[in-house]
């Protein structure tokens, strides 16, 4: 087992521990995997940023990239954010979030985002803090063992980067979100608390190992025996 599968496992457990000892309900544990895409998205920010680039210019050119990532992801995790706060009761000024001069044109998405982080903030920092470090680290921890060490910061392509937060994320929070309301329907029981934070681990460790799989890896799938390429050759 890698450093950055057992940090990513690491991390994982401490919703587990709230859930066990600390009587953190299902709004805590969904908050705390809702944060996670702030720190992926940050993380994926930098990994656009530290891509080779043979001039300057080319270097400059990522910045509208980012940019729209910025804005694109930035809308998605606030209007995901949005509605934890508002179908959970996570909390109890939601309405906040929406009142005021909204801000213009498609920005108001990015006042969606910045409202929301302030209210699970305010609400919920004495809880969130030691999760948000351990996320921080453990991606932290990816990033430097995978995507520096292992080069995939050369073979990785700007269309990749651009879309590789969103296949994960989306996958994980479907299941995590329908495994909350059904704790929510249920009476919020422990073992299905539980049962949700174990899924999301086993989850968790299938996509970290597809997503960093080697290149020697996928040669080595693609030339064993019975792997579509073969069957193909004997057609």
């Not at 809702?34 to 530290?50: A, F, Q, T």
């Not at 509605?83 to 005021?100: E, V």
């Not at 409202?115 to 305010?122: K, P, S």
């Amino acid at each position: 087992m890698t450093l950055s599968l057992i940090a990513l496992v690491a991390v994982n457990l401490v919703p587990l521990v709230g859930a066990l000892f600390l009587g953190w309900d299902v709004g805590l544990i969904l908050l705390v995997y809702w944060s996670e895409n702030l720190v992926v998205g940050g993380y994926n920010v930098l990994k656009i940023m530290v891509r080779p680039a043979e001039h300057p210019i080319v270097f400059l050119g990522r910045l509208f990239p980012i940019a729209f990532f910025c804005f694109h992801y930035g809308a998605f995790c606030g209007a995901h954010g949005f509605f934890l706060l508002a179908f959970l009761d996570l909390s109890d000024n939601t309405g906040d979030i929406l009142s005021g001069d909204g801000w213009p044109f498609f920005l108001v998405f990015m006042q969606i985002l910045v409202a929301t982080i302030q209210t699970v903030w305010q609400t919920r920092s004495e809880v969130l803090f030691w999760p948000l470090v351990g996320l921080g680290l453990s991606h932290g921890v990816s990033f430097i063992q995978n995507y520096i060490g292992k080069g995939e910061f050369k073979r990785a392509t700007l269309q990749q980067l651009m879309q590789q937060p969103y296949k994960r994320r989306m996958l994980m929070h479907l299941v995590i979100i329908a495994g909350g309301f059904a704790v929510i329907a249920l009476g919020a029981p422990l073992p299905m608390l539980v049962l949700i934070v174990i899924g999301k681990i086993a989850l968790d460790i299938h996509l970290h190992r597809r997503e960093h799989r080697t290149q020697s890896d996928e040669q080595s799938l693609e030339e064993a025996p019975g792997s579509t390429e073969d069957v193909a050759k004997g057609d």
